[in-house]
């Protein structure tokens, strides 16, 4: 990865790319230092203080501290990121949208063009929810018309605005803008965990136990990275044979190819649904002051994650069984959406391509849905442990969630990986223009 870099450096249109993407994230950096006029700043933070809730503790990490903070980035990306997923599931479901992402350029320029609107709108429902719902109780300074209005045009045009970078990023930039965005976000809060670590596990401690503790978990932290990266990059291949034809006067066709299966194929989403899910009655309760005394509040405390693997508490993780369930049904589930075996069978078919052994048609389907679904259970499994770890140490240790650990830890490796790769694509296409120039 270094080694890409360096050879990225020395190269002057990818240097520009490089440097374009750092002003862009120092912009993103001062804007989240910028509070929302009329508000209280200190609001999250001793809402945060005064109750366990992982729902908004992750959605604070997506924002890289700026929800707590209330800066004019406090939604971040969080509604873009809403707004594809729900027009990628949208394009499965509605025919014209699926047609039109097949148009090339000009149809997921337009699936673009109605993300962004989605985006714009989902931002200001958030907003309003925010300022409406948390201002009567202190988020606001003066709870009025007038100051409701200011915060939502505020997060909602900062909301814009970060999409807005995301673009130009992937544009004149590295990468998937809104990945790095996403990307920069988590890791800004990477100097709060260090100081939670320290605090929690070595401050006080002598220096036989101190040396002991911090191997543990620079051990932990290493073993959970390389477990995700193997996880995002493993992939099982499948073997295609290409049948020999005449076209014109020449015989084309006959060579061997492969198709990439990953083993992880949902990537994060499926972690990202169960949660939503999960923390979703959770953070509408927030808004209501909920009694955890009564039956409903303690179905609250069964889905909140903050409750899990709690030595007091143990009928509460019960909940985890849900999550790991949902986990499982979403992996198969945003598969099937993604990947069509019957597509690529009949596809194959089409150019005179099979996989040795299996006849084409629907064998070949059948074939590829057979090794599908055990990949899809093995890459669930995958995510089970990656998520499941932070939530156990976190109940186990009564610690906050660390932003690098679980799917804070998947969406780093995949964007490291994705603009990793991106970079040595630009590096491969430099090399071939310039062998074709001499």
């Known amino acids: 990865m270094l080694k890409t870099l360096q050879n990225a450096w020395r190269v002057v249109e990818i240097r520009k790319k490089l440097i374009f993407t750092f002003l862009m994230l120092v912009v993103i950096r001062f804007g989240s230092e910028l509070p929302i006029p009329g508000v209280r700043t200190d609001f999250f933070a001793n809402f945060f203080a005064n109750q366990s809730n992982d729902a908004f503790g992750f959605f604070n990490t997506m924002t890289g501290g700026s929800f707590t903070s209330m800066s004019i980035f ?3 990306i969080t509604p873009y990121i809403t707004s594809s997923i729900i027009v990628q599931l949208l394009t499965i479901a509605i025919p014209k949208l699926e047609e039109m992402q097949r148009e090339g350029e000009d149809g997921r320029k337009k699936i673009a063009e109605y993300t962004r609107y989605l985006t714009v709108g989902l931002a200001l429902v958030e907003s309003i929810a925010m300022a409406v719902g948390f201002g009567g109780q202190g988020l606001l300074i003066k709870f009025d018309v007038w100051s409701v209005i200011i915060a939502v045009v505020t997060m909602t045009a900062g909301s814009a605005f970060l999409m807005w970078i995301g673009e130009r990023i992937t544009d004149k930039g590295v990468g998937n803008g809104i990945s790095i965005v996403l990307l920069f976000n988590i890791v800004s809060s990477l100097p709060e965990d260090v100081n939670t670590i320290y605090t929690k596990f070595l401050r006080g401690k002598n220096i036989g136990v101190l040396v002991t503790t911090l191997v543990i978990i620079l051990a932990l932290i290493i073993a959970m990275v390389v477990f995700t990266v193997v996880l995002q990059d493993g992939e099982r291949r499948i073997p295609v044979q290409y049948s020999k034809k005449m076209v014109g006067r020449k015989m084309v066709g006959g060579q061997a190819s492969n198709i990439p299966l990953k083993v992880n194929t949902a990537g994060v989403m499926p972690v990202i649904f169960a949660s939503s899910i999960m923390s979703f009655p959770v953070v509408i309760a927030q808004f209501f002051k909920p009694d955890y005394t009564t039956i409903p509040g303690k179905i609250l405390m069964v889905l909140n994650s903050s409750y899990w693997f709690r ?8 909940g985890l069984v849900i999550y790991l369930v949902l986990i499982v049904l979403f992996a198969y589930f945003y ?4 990947f069509n075996p019957l597509e690529v069978a009949n596809n194959m078919k089409k150019s005179g391509g099979f996989i040795p052994g299996v006849r ?5 389907s059948d074939y590829l849905n057979k090794i ?6 093995v890459g669930a499994a995958g995510l089970i442990v990656i998520s499941v770890i932070p939530i156990m140490i976190s109940g186990l240790f009564s610690v906050n969630r660390m932003s690098f650990m679980g799917t804070s830890l998947i969406i780093i490796v995949s964007v490291i990986l994705e603009t990793i790769k991106a970079i040595e694509s630009q590096l491969i296409v430099r090399n071939y223009k310039g062998f074709l120039n001499d």
């Open 360 to 364: 084409p048609g629907k064998p070949t």
């Open 335 to 338: 598969t099937s959406i993604t």
């Open 311 to 318: 030595p007091e508490m143990p009928k509460y993780s019960i």
């Open 372 to 377: 599908l679904n055990y990949i899809i259970l």
């Open 74 to 76: 406090a939604l971040s």
